[in-house]
């Protein structure tokens, strides 16, 4: 089983920039990684994913050129540096863990495990 923690959310301004961090409890280099997230009364959406390797990534249009994701697996973490922060970024960040492919899914019933989620909030 892998278990994963988020961290790095907090309040921040438009414009401005977080790093985020997806630790796992054991070795998950056999994942594909994606971050989610979910707003108020939003459905939970695709952010950016990873392959096993790091070697490929996948970004929403939305985030595509301000976010990137990048893993470590000697470290079991995997990373979302969040710049060009927007209002419209508010929501509750989740890294989940998929077992099943070796590309990356958008769609969150693919993915295996999930942390508990950290806010990210962003004013105008």
């Known amino acids: 089983q892998v278990s994963l923690v988020e961290s790095g959310g907090g309040l921040v301004q438009a414009g401005g920039s977080l790093r985020l961090s997806c630790a796992a409890s054991?070795?998950?280099?056999?994942?594909?990684v994606g971050w989610f997230r979910q707003a108020p009364r939003e459905e939970r959406e695709f952010v950016a994913g990873?392959?096993?390797?790091?070697?490929?990534?996948d970004y929403a249009d939305s985030v595509k050129g301000r976010f990137t994701i990048s893993r470590d697996n000697a470290k079991n973490t995997v990373y979302l540096q969040m710049n060009t922060l927007k209002p419209e970024d508010t929501a509750v960040y989740y890294c989940?863990?998929?077992?099943?492919?070796?590309?990356?899914?958008?769609?969150?019933?693919?993915?295996?495990?999930w942390g508990q989620g950290t806010q990210v909030t962003v004013s105008s």
């Open positions: 990873i392959t096993r390797s790091g070697g490929n990534d």
């Open positions: 989940a863990a998929d077992f099943s492919r070796y590309d990356i899914s958008r769609l969150s019933s693919d993915y295996d495990y």
């Open positions: 054991g070795r998950f280099s056999g994942y594909a």
